[in-house]
């Protein structure tokens, strides 16, 4: 009875039933919507909305995503952050008149346009850009390098 209920739904509804409502949430953790699943996301890679509610990722598209039940119960945190945001380094452009960071490589890339900043910032090249006139830095490098000009 249980095999003729299951071969009766379509496997759109099978894969209904198993997905679960999420939560939309700013960076700071304020609320922001709530959607059936993650496909009901319009506009958005449902995947990776899942790999954030799974923990495998903690933000996508500038946003946290959780399961639902788990933001209701107050079942989550964000400690998983600490883990995953080494991979994503903050990046440190020095231009001869200002300092400008961004929060993660791509953000960089995106906004200077410039593909090699990874490279560049791992010193794999020299850390000036001639292409962006700026020296370019993890921003842990930078700190390391700031704090030693002020010790010496």
Request: some cysteine; hydrophobic content about 30%; glycine content about 4%.
């Amino acid at each position: 009875e249980v095999h003729d209920n299951l071969y009766s739904l379509s496997t759109k509804e099978l894969s209904n039933k198993k997905s679960k409502a999420i939560v939309q949430l700013d960076l700071d953790g304020q609320f922001v919507a709530e959607h059936k699943n993650a496909k009901c996301v319009v506009d958005i890679d449902s995947t990776n909305i899942n790999r954030c509610c799974n923990k495998k990722m903690c933000t996508y598209k500038g946003y946290r995503w959780l399961f639902a039940d788990e933001y209701y119960n107050g079942n989550f945190s964000f400690k998983q952050d600490d883990r995953i945001n080494k991979r994503a380094n903050s990046i440190i452009l020095v231009y001869k008149d200002r300092i400008e960071k961004f929060n993660s490589i791509r953000e960089c890339m995106r906004a200077t346009d410039y593909k090699n900043v990874s490279n560049i910032a791992k010193g794999k090249y020299n850390h000036y850009s001639k292409k962006l006139d700026c020296y370019i830095y993890y921003e842990e490098k930078y700190l390391e390098m700031e704090c030693g000009n002020l010790i010496a």
